[in-house]
Nanobody
Framework: QVQLVESGGGLVQAGGSLRLSCAVSGRTYSSYALGWFRQAPGKEREFVAAISLSDRRTYYADAVKGRFTISRDNAKNTVYLQMNSLKPEDTALYYC????????????????WGQGTQVTVSS
């Protein structure tokens, strides 16, 4: 089992920044990935970004490339999502998730999920 707890969400004006954190605990392995997903009201959950904990490879959705950065601190068992130049369309509940699947980079195979943290961007 892997436990994930997100934090750092809030209300920000368009153009502003937020940093989300995901604290990971429980049983972990050397080869797995952590990802961020989001779900806006009335929309399906979508992949945002992911990072491999073994070799730091990162992947991003086109909608956030150049604005969001995913990183991890293995010593603190924490993954971060730095979000810059935020837009109203970034408003969503953001989830952290863990994957032990080889399809992690395309947003699949995530079996463990946090409860989410709300990000609201005002125009």
């Amino acid at each position: 089992q892997v436990q994930l707890v997100e934090s750092g969400g809030g209300l920000v004006q368009a153009g502003g920044s937020l940093r989300l954190s995901c604290a990971v605990s429980g049983r972990t392995y050397s080869s797995y990935a952590l990802g961020w997903f989001r779900q806006a009201p009335g929309k399906e959950r979508e992949f945002v970004a992911a990072i491999s904990l073994s070799d730091r490879r990162t992947y991003y959705a086109d909608a956030v490339k150049g604005r969001f950065t995913i990183s991890r601190d293995n010593a603190k068992n924490t993954v971060y999502l730095q979000m810059n130049s935020l837009k109203p369309e970034d408003t969503a509940l953001y989830y952290c998730a863990a994957s032990f699947s080889s399809y992690w980079s395309i947003g699949r195979g995530y079996d463990y999920w946090g409860q989410g943290t709300q990000v609201t961007v005002s125009s």
